[in-house]
């Protein structure tokens, strides 16, 4: 358990992508080094990784007294990506998400519960996983001010700022009026801001981020955010793109909405803004054909 591993672990596709757009590639090969000093300061064992994570490295792992666990390694990046993992999951206590275990902010690790299998993998009807997506959505939504989370309003100049410079850098590959009505769109989300209504929301509710559990389905890979809960089912306007396109795509932003209680403009345009900077950041690494699906629906839903 205190040796070097003798080879870098088998990093998806994708995370290595991430890592190389990120500057990072250094973080790659020190992975054997970061994982022998984990097993040794935590008393773990770490098994093979999961290759259909996208946004770290994600392991399998064993505590001292053989209970499963997980271990996740963030790609480095500019920011605070890994501090506002942290804290947004000791917020949360394991409400509606993955429950923490311990975390070392300076390697950007997270040891996690270990669940079940994911939404996806069941293959779960739409309707079905929408209402569990819900379902565990509505148990994260709590205030939590001074935590020290990006707000929703920081979100949305994000979103806007990387969707204006990728949409440069790949060469246009949506109409300039998609671009011009998501910059819109989250112009308006970020004005709308209010600090008092203001949740801690998850940022990323989607199947492949929901795991069965004994209570249901908790969410992992949260981005961590106190914005207004619309927010959150924004997410959900971008998935299943070929669902949208079959029939008024605003149906969904009107059931989500009934069910939660919210606003279904800012559930609509929440939408619009994710769904095309996420169209974006899939072309750039390469995920194909998702990316290009949330790019068509980009294009036809500008009034």
Not at 32 to 48: F, M, N, S
Not at 139 to 166: D, E, K, N, Y
Not at 195 to 212: I, P, S
Request: proline fraction near 7%; hydrophobic fraction near 45%; charged fraction near 25%.
């Amino acid at each position: 358990m205190t040796g070097i591993p003798a080879v870098v672990p088998d990093v998806p596709d994708v995370v290595r992508a991430k890592a190389a757009a990120a500057g990072a590639a250094g973080w790659l090969a020190d992975l054997p080094a970061i994982i022998a000093g984990l097993e040794r300061d935590w008393a773990i064992t770490v098994g093979p990784p999961y290759g259909d994570a996208t946004e770290a490295l994600v392991a399998q792992a064993a505590l001292a007294d053989g209970s499963p666990a997980v271990l996740k390694l963030l790609v480095p990046r500019a920011g605070d990506q890994a501090r506002n993992e942290i804290t947004f999951l000791e917020l949360a206590g394991g409400q509606g998400c993955v429950s923490l275990l311990r975390a070392d902010l300076s390697r950007s690790a997270l040891l996690l519960e270990r669940l079940g299998p994911s939404m996806s993998d069941l293959k779960l009807p739409l309707a079905q996983r929408q209402e569990a997506l819900c379902a565990a959505a509505t148990r994260i939504w709590r205030p939590a001010p001074g935590c020290g989370l990006p707000t929703g309003a920081a979100a949305g100049r994000r979103l806007a700022g990387a969707i204006t410079r990728l949409w440069a850098e790949l060469g246009q590959p949506c109409s300039e009026r998609a671009v011009a009505y998501a910059l819109d769109c989250a112009q308006r989300r970020v004005a709308a801001h209010d600090a008092e209504r203001a949740v801690l929301v998850h940022g990323d509710v989607h199947q492949w981020n929901a795991l069965r559990s004994r209570d249901g389905f908790r969410l992992v890979d949260p981005d961590g955010y106190l914005a207004e809960p619309e927010y959150d089912l924004g997410i959900l306007m971008r998935e299943d793109p070929e669902d949208l396109l079959a029939g008024d795509p605003r149906d969904r932003s009107r059931w989500l909405a009934r069910r939660c209680g919210l606003d279904e403009t800012a559930i609509w345009e929440w939408g619009v803004v994710s769904r095309l900077e996420t169209g974006l950041v899939g072309t750039q690494v390469g995920l194909q054909p998702a990316a290009g699906r949330m790019l068509e629906v980009a294009d036809r839903v500008v009034p």
